[in-house]
């Protein structure tokens, strides 16, 4: 059902709806959009907050316009904040991309299965991208879909790590933590979005773990996934990684809004982005 139906609630921005069906090596693109994003401290929705005096989230949205295999973008908006995220991205011109806002969920998997089901049918590739990662380079989101084009089921961007891990067995904040283990940072990467992924392949993961949670609820839960590559996972699928880039951080901390800032004004004074 999450995979065939098209959501009665999803609206669009503008009157730029396309027919996709016959388009199915064109990618639709689900943006996670309804976090609070407390870690970035008090004020409005993280996907709202500015940069470079636009929101984040008209930041990540463009970014995914940009791609020329992207031809749908499905934005999960904080569910009391629809008109606004509306209004927002078509006070935006995007370059006259199939843009539509859904109300999001309770938690980043809930967001991204509302957007997954207001995807049209015939599309077969979908990517979900974080609001939160406004400055990932075209040339990413290129490389996510054709890795999917070329055949694999789901694909994560990723970096190499500068610091070295440790695994700990957390404490209450500020006390000491044991390590564990330091596992061997050559064979770890941090993982961005976009995230691509067969249609097929992520409602059918995304399914299962409705229904695994509620299974588990009695039982106080499954463990939490923090991306969709990891349900794919968790239900054996096979995931690979290709290259991610560095102006692909997720802003998450204040510092964070400060180093996006200065990336955007370097953009903006070489190339007039
Ligand atoms: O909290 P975190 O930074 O991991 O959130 C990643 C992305 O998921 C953000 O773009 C956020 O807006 C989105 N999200 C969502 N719905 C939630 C929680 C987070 O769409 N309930």
Known sequence: M????????????????????????????????????????????????????????????????RSRAVGLV?????????????????????????????AGGATRQESVRLGLAAIPAGVEIVLVHDAARPLVPVDVVDAVVAAVR????????????????????????????????????????????????????????????LAEETLAEAEGGLPPVTDDAGLVERFGGQVVVVPGHEEAFKVTRPLDLVLAEAVLARRRASDGF
Request: proline content about 10%; hydrophobic content about 50%.
């Open 2 to 65: 999450l995979c065939t139906v098209v959501h009665a609630m999803a609206i669009p921005t503008s009157p730029k709806e396309r027919n996709l069906n016959a388009t199915a090596a064109v990618a639709a693109a689900v943006v996670p959009a309804a976090g609070r994003g407390e870690r970035l401290g008090p004020g409005a929705p993280k996907a709202l907050r500015e940069l470079g005096g636009v929101p984040l989230l008209v930041h990540a949205v463009r970014a995914l316009a």
């Open 74 to 102: 499905v934005v999960a908006a904080p569910p009391e904040g629809v008109a606004e995220v509306v209004a927002l991205l078509d006070s935006h011109g995007l370059d006259g991309k199939d843009i539509r806002v859904v």
């Open 150 to 209: 070329a055949g694999a089921e789901a694909v994560v961007p990723a970096v190499p790590l500068a610091d070295t891990v440790k695994r700990v067995v957390p404490q209450a904040a500020g006390r000491p933590e044991p390590v564990v283990e330091t596992p061997d940072r050559a064979t770890l990467r941090a993982v961005q979005t976009p995230q691509g992924f067969r249609r097929a392949v992520l409602c059918e993961v995304h399914e299962k773990a």
